[in-house]
């Protein structure tokens, strides 16, 4: 392949219209332009002439081949125009300027008289040249014409025979706007004399598309009889205009029998030209390589070509919209016409994945409306009418390139470092799975677009070892690969850990090597590792870290660290501190953690390392805020009657202002905590379950049908959570708990210390433990604040009489 001048590829209507100009004088540089763009419309039509005109200018004085037709077809509209200096094409065969030629393979062109070659006519038997064939295709000379019947009369009575909706008139009109030639009419004739199944049932066998426009054509004038012909691959009645092993099929179904993998991008597409090489090159990849950007008149960058208009270029994101009424929102914005509805639809509806009102799958919007989404397949349920991916030739689409699934398919295979024919490795392959399965394969191909993870996937990739969390600890911490992390947990590649407590450990590892004496390492080693975290580790279990146990070890580290570092600073060690210097330690103005300070010197007394030491712990005297039981009923009524707030907050406000629920409580909630037994819903907090009233019963009825959390990548099906939370396979963390009921107007720690206060009053210490699921002290300790009267409580009780007797 020649390789292409600069300025062919940038300008190539530039270059022809300097060359022409160069030499012809009695037009302008304008009628040259208009003549070039009107006579060779395409860009790689535009690219020979120009290449061509370029390595021989000679062409335009000359007019001699060989060269690319379209010279001779420049020169002959030139002259047309009015041009005197440029010369007419010449003969190839004899040399003689003619002012019309014809085209041969090669590049050459050449008159009528010598292109035209002879042969025995079948009429005479003489060596004559051919101007016609019958209806065996046999030449006939000029004094020889087939006179063996008249085609044109068998063919309107057979058809009107076939079809007596169909006069000869309609019969006529129907050839002639098929082909204008007599001879091609003479042709089609005979071949639906010979095979009349043509018309009725195997019309994709017709010779010529001449045939397929004359079927059109008749039942467009109003046959019954007469069908358009099926496509002979996927049956489908459309457009014929490709023929494969000697049958006509549709472009869609000639696609896929010659895709063939990209050699850029890998998309399996019926190639749109070739590289240098002879490489297939895919239509994305041809449109998007550097030689074919232009210059787009309305941005005015180098971007690729999406639409010529009369004052130039446009690039896809430049391509003029009509500012009209969507016909899927409502909206007046900038809209393109849906070749699915023919409707105007905006940009945002374009990009819109919902669920489909109709079948229930979450896809591409394609039609419907705003409040009534519709697919694919419900927009159009005719298959024909959509076209398919040619990767994986499910989606239903009416463009011709690979579907986003496929797409992040072949994005995640490039970056885990397996080509479309390599099998990914065993340990990623659930990874792969889960990304691809996707539900929305727009938010993972987005997600794995960003530069973060983009990097992180092809660090695994590059790793020959298996991925681990060891191997994730070595790379530097962030949301991204929290979140990474935890999809890879969520599709199995990792085995569950608490990753809280792992940064727990992390942190106090920290804390205590910054210590540089090493008798204080190892006294806040001892506190922090063997009373703190081993308490903490036999109270978990099974269960993971909550936030509230995580700060509350951090707030007694961070205490005893602050301790000895002002120690430290003022030339003391613990071992020989006073009375005197730990009261004045809590005077100071840095002074934090009292409560935290004074369990680390009790512990540190308790354990010998200090002597003499004091500092008494303060014990709970009950709530601090304002007890506002008005406020209580009222936030309850609001959140069991306001439609408008979503079903989660709602559930979350009840829980916590008429149970007295903590947030890392609720947060912490299952689908195997709630029970519904026939109109009953019960829920557990403690040891013994809750019966809710109906109302609130109804809620969370509705939160476990329509629970889904913001995860949209590697979120198992059955998520065990009531809330769940943005990572994949892991409930709403606290804090975000917390904010959702702040903007709702509910206060949690003021408004939990009310619902117990409430309830301590009512309840015996004992109930109110087993059903909230509290500690029994901390239950007896909000009875005594409370003032509860459980002496008449256990009267009343003692008092009821069996429902038995």
Known sequence: MTELAEEVLTDPVGLVVRLVSNVETHLDTARIRDIVCTLVRTRAGRRNLAQALHDNPALLRTGRPPAPFRVAKLLMALREAGAQDTALPHCGECGRPRPYVGSRSGGRWGCSPCFDRSAVCAGCHQQRRVVSRDRHSQPRCAKCPDTEGDPLKELTRLITGIDPALDADTIRTALERSTNRLAGQRRLAWAVIARPELLTSIGHEAPTPAVLRFIGELVASGATTVVRPACARCHGVKALSKLLDGKRVCRACFARHAAVPCTRCGAVREPATRDAAGQPLCPTCLIRDPANLEVCVGCGRRQPVAVRLDDGVRCPSCVPKTVRECGLCGRTARCEISRATWQPWCDRCQQRWATCCSCGTVAQVRGGTWEEPLCAKCTNPDPDFWGRCPTCATTWQLGSHPCQRCVLDQHLRRLLGASAEEAIAPDLAPFHEALTSAERPDTALAWISRSQVRDLLERIGRDEHPVTHDSLDDV????????LRSVLVATGVLPPRDERLVALEKWITTTVQARTDLAERRILHGYAVWHHLRRLRRRLGDQHTSQLQDMNVRCHVSAADNFLTWLAGEGLTLGVCTQADLERWMTEAAFRY??????????????????????????????????????????????????????????????????AQKISTISQLTVEDVDFTGETVAITFGASPVILPMPLGALVRELVATRRGKAKIGTPDDVPWLFPGGQPGRPLSDSQVGLRLHKIGIRPQQDRSTALFTLAAELPAAILARMLGIHIQVAVQWQKASAGDWAAYAADVSSRVPENQ
């Open 476 to 483: 530097p911490p962030g949301k991204v690969l929290a979140h």
């Open 594 to 659: 009292r409560d935290e300070t004074g369990h680390f010197v009790r512990w540190s007394v308790q354990h010998r390392h200090v002597h003499g030491l004091t500092c008494g712990a303060v014990h709970w005297t009950g709530p601090q805020g304002t007890i506002d039981s008005e406020k209580r009923w009222a936030d309850a009524r609001r959140l069991l009657n306001e439609d408008t707030l979503p079903t989660a907050d709602r559930v979350a406000g009840l829980l916590l202002t008429l149970y």
